[in-house]
């Protein structure tokens, strides 16, 4: 599971050696968790093969796997991470085009790690109801878009995590973008392109690089 969420973290991508590796990991961690009957392992196990596959971009498998956990976290253990569970959820239906489900999903998140208190949780449900938004309404949505990136921007200053910075500086480029500020979209990527590079997330930079030389 440490596997698959580092490659999570440095953004690789379908195709690539580490979100291959990832999947496959993922696919032996069910298999010893089944073994081992716990339903701890078993829920966190289906969590991290939901997230290897969207890595490969198999979303109606990362939809099932995230499915299978949840459903495990609400009726045996691993409340803990139920908001992060939805969040893959809602990743997973935006990646099948699904945006009003993605929506919902992202939505729940966000109201369940405030619930649960899961700070970091509710960083990354945030970042993901903003590219909801940002993806189903485009410039209609900026002042809630908006609102998701300044709750995600409060919770990384108070809680330090700033392993998701590069992700939100890369969210309020695109923002800027749909509302039409050519300039600051353009800087907001450079620079969330240079912090992806300062924590070594090198699949999240190849994907910005990208977008830069496409004029976002």
């Known amino acids: 599971a440490i596997f698959v969420e580092i ?8 195709g690539g050696p580490g979100a291959d590796e990832a999947l496959r990991r993922a696919v032996e961690g069910i298999e010893v968790s089944e073994r081992s009957g716990s339903p701890y392992s078993r829920c966190m196990a289906y969590r991290a093969l939901a997230i290897a596959h969207t890595l490969n971009e198999r979303w109606s498998d990362a939809l099932e796997a995230a499915q299978r956990s949840l459903g495990m976290a609400r009726e045996e253990s691993g409340l803990e991470r139920e908001a992060e569970i939805l969040t893959v959820l809602a990743i997973a239906h935006r990646g099948l085009g699904d945006l009003e489900a993605a929506r919902a999903r992202a939505e729940e998140a966000v109201a369940t790690a405030e619930l649960r208190g899961t700070q970091l ?17 485009g410039a209609e949505a900026a002042d809630e878009i908006d609102g998701c990136l300044a709750r995600a921007a409060r919770t990384i200053e108070v809680t330090g995590g700033r392993a998701l910075a590069p992700q939100l500086l890369e969210e309020r480029a695109l923002l800027a973008s749909v509302r039409g500020e ?7 990527l450079r620079a969330a392109h240079e912090a992806y590079l300062s924590i070594g997330a090198s699949g999240h930079a190849e994907r910005v690089a990208e977008r830069i030389v496409a004029g976002a």
Request: net charge negative.
């Open 7 to 14: 490659q999570q973290w440095k953004g690789e991508r379908a």
């Open 182 to 188: 050519t300039e600051a979209a353009d800087a907001g």
């Open 121 to 137: 949780q509710a960083v990354m449900a945030d970042l993901e109801l903003a590219r909801v938004l940002r993806e189903a309404r």
